[in-house]
């Protein structure tokens, strides 16, 4: 099962990867996570990346599809994979069926998950993550047993520095222009899924099951 979840900033994208991950057993492949973990280990990717994640702009292209190819190419991922904030442009979308063709493989389906903005603004200010484990948390909808602090792990948890309100919305802004093309792109290759993303965790989550189930 080769799958494309796309949405704008905060539809739940890594949530439900993570999710169908463990349901299905195939790796959930994020750029914004690969871009983190790089940020976290200071490698020049890591030091590119982080200039324009801060400012809510796109990674360039290139640097991109760069780390998706490399990705794309180890065994874990040659049974299926979830990928997760990739693509977000048409140029990612015609490299990524490229990568593919060369892999003899194809997508099967693009799950494009819609939630209103004012939703989406509130999963994304009141997200905590934690650096240590990378546990999501929600401030309102998924709080840590102990304020503050991770369950998991016991680290303090932190807001990631794109989701101050100043950088959530220039985001918001920067994808939403991108993401009309991507879903046209999809829907001629008869592709693409409109999923409506509103709902607690579990009730989307079910929801996916349902939707793959049917589809796949
Ligand atoms: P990335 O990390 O991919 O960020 P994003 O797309 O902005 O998406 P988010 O992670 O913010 O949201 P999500 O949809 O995954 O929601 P989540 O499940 O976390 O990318 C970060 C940056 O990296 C980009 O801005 C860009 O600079 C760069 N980048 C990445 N990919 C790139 C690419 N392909 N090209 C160029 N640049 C790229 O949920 C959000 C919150 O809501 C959490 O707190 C969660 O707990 C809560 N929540 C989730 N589901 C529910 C629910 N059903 N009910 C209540 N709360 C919920
Ligand atoms: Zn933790």
């Known amino acids: 099962m080769n799958l ?3 949405g704008l900033p905060g539809a739940g994208k890594g949530t439900q990867a993570g999710l169908l991950e463990e349901k299905y057993e195939i790796p959930h492949v994020s750029t914004g996570d690969m871009f983190r973990a790089a940020i976290k280990n200071e490698t020049e990717l890591g030091k590119e990346a982080k200039s324009y994640m801060d400012e809510g702009e796109l990674v360039p292209d290139e640097v991109t599809i760069g ?3 490399e ?3 180890k065994p874990d991922c040659q049974g299926g994979f ?3 904030g990739f693509p ?3 140029e990612q979308a015609e490299a990524l069926d490229e990568i593919l063709e060369n892999q003899e493989s194809s997508l099967d389906l693009v799950i494009s998950m819609v939630l209103p903005e004012d939703e989406l603004m509130k999963r994304l200010t009141g997200r905590r993550v934690c650096p240590e484990c990378g546990e ?3 401030t309102e909808y998924s709080p840590p047993e102990k304020e503050g602090v991770c369950d998991r792990c016991g680290a303090e948890l932190i807001q990631r520095s794109d989701d101050r309100e100043d950088t959530v919305k220039r985001r918001l ?3 939403r ?3 009309k093309n991507l879903q046209d792109y999809y829907q001629d290759r008869d592709l693409l899924v409109e999923f409506d993303a509103s709902g607690d965790v579990e009730e989307v989550h079910g929801r996916f099951v349902e939707l793959l189930e049917d589809s796949l």
């Open 4 to 6: 494309v979840l796309m």
């Open 67 to 69: 780390i998706v190819r």
């Open 71 to 73: 990705r794309l190419k």
């Open 82 to 84: 979830i990928l997760d």
């Open 88 to 90: 977000r442009t048409v």
């Open 136 to 138: 999501n948390y929600h």
């Open 173 to 175: 802004e920067v994808n």
């Open 177 to 179: 222009e991108k993401i």
